[in-house]
């Protein structure tokens, strides 16, 4: 729709256009006329929007908050699904995996070299040493969230340690770069650089996306794109900071039986972390992690 400057803004602010977005829109018109990526006006949420998913994100840490309480050594990654799954019903809400295209379970749990999207199993027990990724993603009210944290299983190596403080480091100097102008790229450069400065490599063609309105949206978030590249950020964009990294090779397969777990083709380790982030006027506000 083209806007008149005094016509009430698109977003549903109630404010005349000239004193709303319009700014933002004629700078990204020119942005776009450049060759940069510009997001489509659909994944800018309102603030009515904002508001929904800041309730449906809220729930979603307090599934994670309830998994850290109960996860322990000798646990089956099915309990932890059941904890996941009775959390979140009764509190209003649906798990997002559940039935998404086919996925079986209410939440993702990836051990050791899985690198993501593994499939809660009775036959999976949690033994001493392990490290896992607990990916939970939350419908509340038709408003849809996401993040994951990693667990360690009694006493852990060094080297799965490092592996995973280097990953939250990652995802932490990514969010400095999430900030209205900046490109998703900026955050991508943060996260490779410093996984390579570290020894890891970070995973190809699996990435973050927008959130919100539904479980996938545009933009996908790729952590290995050139600082300046993707596309460009502005405030009311909700997506996700959830790199792989990964001890060696960046290389993965999908598990052929089950069509979903992603491991490491070298069967070194993996670690995910993710955040789920709304641009706001002057930096990005953690809404999940
Ligand atoms: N949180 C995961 C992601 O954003 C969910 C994958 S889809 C699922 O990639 F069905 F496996 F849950
Ligand atoms: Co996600």
Request: proline share 4%; hydrophobic share 35%; net charge negative.
């Amino acid at each position: 729709m083209i806007m008149e400057r005094n016509m009430l803004c698109w977003c549903g602010s109630g404010k005349k256009y000239k004193k709303c977005h319009m700014t933002m829109d004629e700078r990204l018109l020119a942005l776009a006329s450049e060759g940069h990526i510009t997001p489509p006006r659909e994944i800018i949420k309102t603030a009515e929007q904002i508001e929904g998913i800041r309730k449906s994100a809220k729930l979603n840490t307090a599934v994670l908050d309830h998994v850290a309480k109960h996860i322990c050594e000798g646990m089956s990654t099915a309990q932890i699904d059941k904890l996941v799954y009775e959390y979140t019903t009764s509190h209003g809400g649906i798990p997002a995996p559940l039935g998404y295209e086919g996925f079986p379970k209410s939440v993702c749990t990836s051990l050791n070299n899985e690198v993501c999207h593994g499939i809660p199993d009775e036959d999976i027990i949690l033994k001493d040493g392990d490290i896992i990724n607990v990916d939970v993603s939350t419908i509340l009210d038709g408003y849809f969230s996401d993040a994951s944290r990693m667990f360690t299983v009694g006493k852990t190596s060094a080297r799965a340690e490092r592996l995973i403080r280097v990953t939250k480091e990652c995802v932490e100097l990514g969010l400095t770069e999430a900030k209205p102008w900046n490109h998703l790229g900026d955050i991508a450069y943060a996260i490779n650089s410093h996984a390579q400065a570290n020894g890891y490599s970070v995973v190809e063609d699996i990435g973050g996306h927008g959130i919100g309105l539904e479980f996938h949206e545009e933009p996908f978030v790729s952590y290995v794109t050139p600082k300046g590249s993707e596309m460009v950020l502005v405030p009311g964009m909700i997506f996700t900071i959830e790199p792989m990294i990964n001890e060696g090779s960046p290389d993965f397969f999908i598990d052929e039986e089950n069509g979903w777990t992603v491991y490491t083709e070298d069967d070194g380790l993996s670690a995910q972390i993710e955040y789920m982030v709304l641009i706001t006027e002057d930096g990005a506000e953690i809404l999940s992690k």
